[in-house]
């Protein structure tokens, strides 16, 4: 079973990353126009830094399509993932990408999907500003009842992701 779901070796200077997705998905990745990118740290062997997860929306679901353990998070390795998979599956060319913030992830995407759009995460935005606010010791502001710096917070930062460039 496992040939069947390793596809190969994608490299940078001494990083690596082992790419994983299930035969078949040739006819399914052809009809993918929204894709999604999230990585976790926490949960990967010891040889590696981070598991990437490359999801398709199909209808109003994102289902998760890729599998990728890599030892480094640098740009020219996500650039070689994604040049590995769409090499392999040349029928994938999504129009809209959703990632967290990483600038390394944002400069893979543009390089290789250079048509796609590219949309940032509205939860790991809002994620960034609690955690700022938190490091800042402002949590007890911001919890108070009736906070006016709460709704500023709210107001401001958790929707400026749904601002355009031009405002």
Not at 3 to 9: H, M, R, T
Not at 19 to 30: A, N, Q, R, T
């Amino acid at each position: 079973m496992f040939q069947s779901f390793y596809k190969g070796v994608a490299t940078y200077n001494d990083n690596l990353a082992l790419i994983m997705y299930e035969d078949g998905i040739e006819d399914i990745v052809m009809h993918v126009e929204e894709m999604a990118m999230d990585a976790t740290f926490s949960v990967v062997p010891a040889i590696f830094e981070l598991h990437l997860t490359i999801f398709g929306r199909f209808g109003d679901n994102f289902l998760p399509m890729f599998h990728v353990l890599m030892t480094s998070r640098q740009g020219e390795l996500y650039t070689a993932v994604l040049d590995r998979i769409k090499s392999q599956l040349p029928g994938l060319d999504p129009t809209i990408v959703h990632s967290d913030f990483e600038v390394a992830i944002h400069n893979a995407i543009g390089t290789v999907f250079p048509s796609a759009r590219l949309l940032g995460c509205w939860f790991h935005h809002n994620q960034a500003v609690f955690r700022t606010i938190q490091k800042r010791g402002l949590r007890g502001e911001f919890n108070k009842p009736g906070s006016v710096f709460k709704l500023w917070v709210r107001g401001f930062f958790f929707s400026s992701p749904f601002a355009s460039r031009q405002d």
